[in-house]
């Protein structure tokens, strides 16, 4: 049972007084752990900061009762006190400086005034205070404990012995020698009692000088201790300054070696670099090295050749010397031959111009050929068999019965027929075997295209453009291609476009390109319709006013020598383009005059004439000419009793008639050399007399239909056309000034 807090034993702590108070101020600083760097705990070795103490167990009395041993609270500042020695001493086991020991009676040190124990500074939780114990209590304690004793360091497990005088105290207080007999004095025995008290009370003087000796040692053992922890704690502080400065060299230090890990990593990078490029450059090196060996094995053959080569060349120039020997011989040959050249070549030169000769010879015959042939000729055009939708049919165009053609102008009709053989055919009896044949300038078989056919009429629109009148003009029953050729169909690509459009584009083209050669042309158009022996303006069809045929008396003036046929209330649009010329082809197709009848449901009705006017002035030869190209679409030229038409329609038929008879009559006559020629006596005639004549180059298209049923009216309308063909008309003259 023994219970440490209740031992009487006192820490050096406690016996030392204040020594516990300063040592307690002292311990937060020494034993609070060095102040953390940024990176925490720092590595710098720690300044020993306690002090030195003797190796000692003996239990500390706390504030609740518990010991804890001394070596807790104050364990290496005693170790410091007495300084490195005492601490190689302590370490080497040799014996703690000689510390005073302390035998005393609790009771006396805890009521002796000035002397603060641990005891009573810090008296035991549940334990009453000392003084109360004084008195019997006392003398009880000691006999049940023996005596009581403070010992220092070693002494703790022996037997509490006081060294002073090794006595012991009896119950009544008084010191009796150890292991004497203890001899009660009698109650009378009071000399013999104060004996002993005095006794007594030499030993407690005794005992007093001892204490106060031991207490001016630890006080002295205080101050130097107080010494040793002024100069740790300036130890301290210095070394705190100096971890500080540690820990900025240390900051530095490691903000150096940062810096110098990326540039370690930086270099490390460019050494990577600098290495791949070493070895690309090796690898470029091993690449060289091998292609200077081919080099050098391809100098070596290149020499072995050279010198072959030098070897060839000196053969060769010495076969060079010899030809050159020749060239020499040869030069002179060449010489003669180039005198021979020169005179080839102007025969040559000779000969072309005479070609050229020949070439203006030829046309000049060619011309006097038309000439002698009266200037008017007539190509035949015979249409395709239509399908039922109106349109040719692609396959045997140019197989169609009762027709023949051959020699690019001959058109065969083949008479014997099925039918009546009774009937006549423009007043000839037809008989089984009879073949009818027709000549013309050109036959145009059905598969031939508007190309083709503008082919052979362009040299006639080249004449108005040269100063000449020009006069071409369709013919033929209703249904028989007239439009076709003439106007064509401008919804239908370029391929289908009909003289008109052809003829203007040409018109232009080479209009443009005698610019070049300093002719500037004007021209203009007009588009009017004959229908019913009245003139009707296709490019104005809501006008009203009359319009009449009139002739411009020009003889008298310088311009012109002749009378020019006049329109009054005509519209004459100047073109510049043929896009300007389309759109007024567009308009007055539209407004002529179509009537419906059983030969042709788009059957015309009306002779159409487009004119063209063309002047030309040419400002480096000063040269001018006035030409006009008539491009006419007669109307349909079939037999009245045949297409049955009545009324309205027998009217227009007839005045049809009327004028194709006068056309007919005007070139007879011309052709006849009468000296009236009935121009006036249908519009037509009229309008065209000046193309229709000796100053005129006139071309008719027959065109004849396919058809079986239409054969009477086609026969009428070759005869007709070879009527005109034969005629001889005069010899065209150019309107040049
Ligand atoms: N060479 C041809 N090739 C293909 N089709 C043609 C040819 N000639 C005429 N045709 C077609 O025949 C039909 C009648 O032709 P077109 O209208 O030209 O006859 P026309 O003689 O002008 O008649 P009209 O006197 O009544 O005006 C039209 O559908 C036309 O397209």
């Given amino acids: 049972m023994s219970e440490a807090p209740r031992s009487p034993l006192i820490t050096l702590n406690a016996v030392e007084g204040q020594t516990p108070k300063a040592v307690a101020a002292v311990k937060p600083q020494l034993q609070a752990p060095a102040p953390a760097g940024p990176e925490g705990r720092s590595r710098l070795p720690q300044p020993q900061t306690r002090l030195p103490m003797p190796s000692t167990h003996l239990p500390l009395p706390t504030r609740n009762g518990a010991s804890k041993r001394k070596q807790d609270f104050t364990p290496d500042v005693q170790q410091t006190v007495g300084g490195k020695k005492r601490k190689a001493d302590a370490m080497r086991g040799a014996p703690p400086p000689k510390m005073p020991n302390i035998v005393r ?39 049940k404990t023996g005596a009581r004793t403070v010992t220092t360091r070693g002494s703790a497990s ?39 008290m005095e006794k007594t009370m030499r030993s407690m003087q005794s005992e007093k000088e001892a204490i106060t000796q031991q207490k001016e040692e630890i006080t002295q053992h205080s101050d130097n201790i107080q010494q040793d922890l002024l100069t740790l704690q300036r130890e301290n502080t210095t070394l705190r300054q100096r971890v500080n400065e540690a820990e900025v060299t240390l900051r530095d230090l490691q903000s150096k070696n940062r810096n110098m890990e990326d540039d370690l990593e930086r270099v490390n990078r460019q050494k ?38 030098k070897a060839e060349l000196q053969l060769r120039n010495s076969q060079i ?13 060449v010489a003669s031959l180039q005198a021979e050249l020169a005179e080839a070549r102007d025969k040559i030169a000779a000969l072309d111009r005479q070609l050229q000769q020949a070439e203006t010879d030829r046309r000049v015959l060619h011309n006097t050929i038309q000439e002698l042939k009266g200037n008017i000729r ?61 000549s013309f300038d050109r036959v145009f078989a059905p598969s031939s295209s508007q190309g083709e056919v503008f082919e052979e009429i362009s040299q006639l629109v080249q004449s108005a453009l040269d100063g000449y009148k020009v006069c071409i003009f369709a013919y033929g029953q209703t249904g028989s291609g007239k439009t076709h050729t003439m106007e064509g169909n401008l919804e239908q690509g370029p391929e289908q476009r009909g003289m008109i459009p052809r003829a203007v584009e040409q018109v232009f083209r080479t209009a443009e390109r005698l610019r070049g050669k300093g002719w500037e042309y004007k021209i203009s158009a007009s588009f009017l319709e004959i229908y019913n022996e009245s003139l009707r303006d296709l490019l104005d069809s809501k006008s009203d006013k009359k319009m009449d045929i009139k002739m411009k008396d020009n003889r008298g003036s310088k311009d ?22 389309y759109p007024l082809l567009k308009k007055a197709n539209k407004h002529r005059a179509v009537a419906a009848t059983k030969c042709n449901d788009r059957s015309s009705r009306s002779h159409s004439v487009f004119q063209l006017r063309i002047k030309g002035q040419n400002s480096l030869t000063s040269e001018s000419c006035a030409g006009m190209l008539n491009l006419v679409d007669l109307a349909g030229s079939e037999q009245v009793k045949k297409s049955g038409s009545q009324g309205k329609q027998l009217q227009e038929a007839q005045s049809i008639n009327k004028s194709l008879s006068n056309l007919s009559l005007v070139i007879t006559a011309l052709s006849n050399k009468e000296p009236h020629i009935p121009y006036r006596n249908s519009k037509l005639t009229y309008l065209l007399q000046n193309s229709l004549g000796g100053n005129s180059k006139t071309l008719m298209f027959v065109n004849v239909s396919p058809q079986e049923e239409h054969l009477v009216e086609t026969v009428n309308s070759l005869r007709f056309a070879t009527t005109v063909n034969q005629c001889n008309i005069g010899t065209a003259q150019k309107k040049v000034k």
């Fill in 105 to 143: 009676r609790t009771a006396s040190a805890t009521t002796r005034p000035g002397t603060r124990t641990a005891a009573t500074a810090k008296p035991a939780v549940g334990r009453p205070p000392a003084a109360s114990r004084a008195g019997a209590s006392r003398g009880a304690a000691a006999a």
């Fill in 272 to 309: 990577k670099a600098v290495e791949r490029e070493r070895d690309d450059l090796e690898s470029d090196l091993q690449t060289s090295r091998k292609e200077c060996q081919g080099l050098k094995g391809t100098i070596a053959q290149q020499a072995a050749a050279q010198e072959g080569i």
């Fill in 560 to 581: 012109n020598k002749t009378n020019d046929v006049h329109v009054t209330n005509q519209v004459v649009v100047d073109v510049n383009s043929e896009d300007e010329v």
């Fill in 378 to 438: 007539v190509f035949a055009r015979l249409r395709p068999l239509l399908s039922p939708d109106g349109n040719a049919a692609n396959d045997g165009l140019d197989d169609i019965p009762h027709f023949d053609w051959h020699d690019g102008n001959i058109l065969e009709l083949d008479r014997a027929m099925d039918g009546d053989p009774n009937e006549t055919m423009s007043g000839f009896k037809r008989t089984e075997s009879q073949k009818i044949e027709f």
């Fill in 321 to 333: 010397e010899t030809t050159n020997i020749a060239l020499q011989a040869e030069k002179g040959a």
């Fill in 158 to 196: 022996k037997p509490a012995v006081s060294k002073a005088g090794g006595m012991t105290r009896s119950n009544s207080g008084s010191t009796i020698p150890k292991g004497a007999p203890v001899k009660k004095r009698p109650a009378w025995d009071l000399k013999g009692r104060i004996e002993d």
